[in-house]
């Protein structure tokens, strides 16, 4: 059936430090994967995205692979602020569909 | 920058009263979502909308639930007769173009529902 998980529910990294979430998925139809992080009480929002067709994309500070071979999917942040603090969601969309699959949240902790 | 706008940002109601939810999606946008979160869990498909009508839904959006845009500003979720399960954060989203790959979903910022 249809899964996006994530191997890690929480990640403690210091100020500074490079931080990596992981994320597997089991739609093999899916082709665009999205990031989302979500601060306390706010809406998912939208961080970096990759289509099927890629295997790495970089934004700023951040950077999604894609491994299609095994399904893996993982977001890299550089140099991780306080602000990075937060849940983040890998998510999962076929071609044409209109539901974003969601993974269950890894939660990042930033130290000082 | 354009955002996806909620109301009211907290509902409480009794079990088995209706409730409408009220989104205001980003005003050039063409494609109208809902989804809900459930406290601790992932963030749920519930609906899409496009073109006055529905596109896809999941098994969550049973008769209970129905959606409509009943200008061409707003977009709203109505739950019917209200559960205590359904107590959840709910997500409006919307998209410029298609819900197809390659097109970014952009959330508000959610109600809370509460059903006592």
């Known amino acids: 059936g249809e899964s996006v998980g994530l191997h890690l529910p929480t990640l403690s990294v210091q100020e500074g430090d490079n931080s990596i979430i992981n994320c597997a998925y089991s739609n093999s139809a899916s082709d665009y994967f999205i990031w989302y992080k979500q601060e306390s009480g706010k809406g998912p929002q939208f961080i970096i995205d990759?289509?099927?067709?890629?295997d790495k994309r970089q934004g700023q500070r951040v950077t999604v692979l894609l491994n299609k071979t095994v399904k893996h999917l993982s977001l890299q942040i550089a140099a991780t602020q306080p602000g990075d603090s937060a849940v983040y969601f890998c998510a999962e969309r076929e071609t044409g569909g209109f539901k974003t699959i969601f993974g269950a949240g890894t939660r990042l902790f930033v130290k000082a | 920058e354009p955002e996806v706008t909620q109301t009211p940002s907290h509902q409480v109601t009794q079990m088995g009263q209706e409730v409408i939810l009220r989104c205001v999606p980003i005003?050039?946008?063409?494609?109208f979502y809902w989804y809900r979160q459930i406290l601790g869990q992932k963030v749920e498909f519930l609906v899409s909308f496009y073109n006055n009508e529905i596109s896809e839904k999941s098994e969550i959006f049973d008769d209970q639930f129905s959606v409509e845009r009943p200008d061409g500003s707003n977009f709203t979720l109505k739950i019917r007769s209200t559960k205590l399960e359904d107590s959840a954060m709910y997500f409006c989203a919307s998209s410029p173009i298609s819900g197809g790959a390659g097109d970014t979903q952009y959330f508000g910022p959610g109600t809370r529902l509460t059903v006592l």
């Open positions: 990759i289509r099927s067709n890629m």
């Open positions: 005003s050039n946008h063409l494609y």
